[in-house]
């Protein structure tokens, strides 16, 4: 059974930084791209940052130069640190897994084959 659990969410001023963390099982980590995604209340959820086993990155537009997506692959974990973070970021926050079929780092929310249960993430003024 694969098991995708976050935590680090929490509240934080606007300016500050918090760092995610999504501890993977059930799964062969390294053949699967992790990523984050967010959903704002009334909001789809959206692309936040991908990376591939061998650390290729891709960022939306919107966290790009705030935010960093890492892994370890040795305890099948990927991180998200959020840096400067602003009032827009407040969601909840999901980590996501897909099979890694090739190609370039890129998560697809209509394909991801496994989500975490989300950490809220409330950035305040």
């Known amino acids: 059974q694969v098991q995708l659990v976050e935590s680090g969410g929490g509240l934080v001023q606007a300016g500050g930084s918090l760092r995610l963390s999504c501890a993977a099982s059930?799964?062969?980590?390294?053949?699967?791209?992790m990523g984050w995604f967010r959903q704002a209340p009334g909001k789809e959820r959206e692309f936040v940052a991908a990376?591939?086993?061998?650390?290729?990155?891709t960022y939306s537009d919107s966290v790009k130069g705030r935010f960093t997506i890492s892994r370890d692959n040795a305890k099948n974990t990927v991180y998200l640190q959020m840096n400067s973070l602003k009032l827009e970021d407040t969601a909840v926050y999901y980590c996501?897994?897909?099979?890694?079929?090739?190609?370039?780092?890129?998560?697809?929310?209509?394909?991801?084959?496994?989500w975490g249960q989300g950490t809220q993430v409330t950035v305040s003024s």
């Open positions: 990376i591939k086993w061998g650390f290729s990155r």
């Open positions: 059930g799964l062969t980590f390294n053949n699967y791209v």
């Open positions: 996501a897994a897909d099979r890694d079929t090739g190609g370039s780092v890129r998560l697809d929310r209509a394909l991801v084959d496994y």
